[in-house]
């Protein structure tokens, strides 16, 4: 079955920093791949959506790359700022289903 | 637009009550919608797809009688869990996708969510 893997340890980086994330998946590549916000108590906002013949994705301080060939995506978050930490979520969906498959997230910390 | 609802937002009963969850979605159409679980720094664990008009679908280890949900309109779907204990706890989600006129919705949208604790 397909898998998701995201760094579960916590990512610490100083304001201003631009912040990395990494997102695996195993096996088949997906029809798209998201990612998605989430803080403390609350549910997944969504970012951004990068599909298979995509290799960048920008938005304001996002951007999110797409390698078939690494099976990896990775999230980042230009001149971070304190209100940027929370937990993001990588999303796989494969072609012929609309039914996402979450990663267990990383949590990002940006310190002031 | 695109804003999804969940009521309660915290619920606290007691063990063999039943609660009932509200998903909304407030300004758009969901033939769909999806019930997820999340325990503490984990994923978002897909419970059941929510269809207008139809039975929901389970995902494998769900209990159906155990997880009630109703999708009585475009706009509205409801989780009950039924006769909760407390390994019941846990943060429910809904989230839907807005209809695009017979294309697979991709983005979802989430609630929320629900924060229940059965004591």
């Known amino acids: 079955s397909q898998k998701i893997e995201q760094n579960s340890e916590a990512l610490n980086i100083q304001e201003g920093k631009t912040a990395t994330l990494t997102c695996n998946y195993t096996n088949y590549s997906p029809a798209y791949l998201q990612w998605y916000r989430q803080d403390p108590g609350r549910g997944p906002v969504f970012l951004l959506l990068?599909?298979?013949?995509?290799k960048e994705k920008r938005k304001e301080r996002l951007k999110v790359t797409f390698d078939t060939t690494l099976k990896q995506s990775l999230f980042h978050i230009t001149a971070s700022q304190p209100a940027d930490s929370a937990t993001y979520l990588c999303a796989h969906t494969t072609g012929g289903s609309y039914i996402p498959t979450f990663g267990r997230g990383t949590s990002l910390i940006v310190h002031p | 637009g695109a804003v999804v609802s969940q009521h309660p937002s915290r619920v606290i009963c007691k063990s063999g009550t039943s609660v009932k969850i509200e998903c909304r979605s407030l300004?758009?159409?969901?033939?769909?919608m999806f019930w997820y679980r999340q325990f503490p720094k984990q994923s978002l664990m897909l419970m059941a797809t929510s269809n207008e008009g139809s039975k929901a679908t389970y995902e494998q280890g769900v209990e159906k009688d155990k997880f009630l949900i109703n999708h009585a309109s475009l706009t509205l779907s409801t989780l009950t869990v039924t006769s909760a204990h407390p390994e019941d706890s846990s943060f429910y989600i809904c989230?839907?996708?807005?209809?695009?006129?017979?294309?697979?919705?991709?983005?979802?949208?989430f609630g929320p969510g629900t924060r229940l604790l059965v004591l």
């Open positions: 300004d758009f159409q969901a033939t769909t």
């Open positions: 989230s839907a996708g807005r209809d695009r006129r017979g294309i697979l919705p991709e983005t979802q949208y």
């Open positions: 990068i599909r298979e013949n995509e």
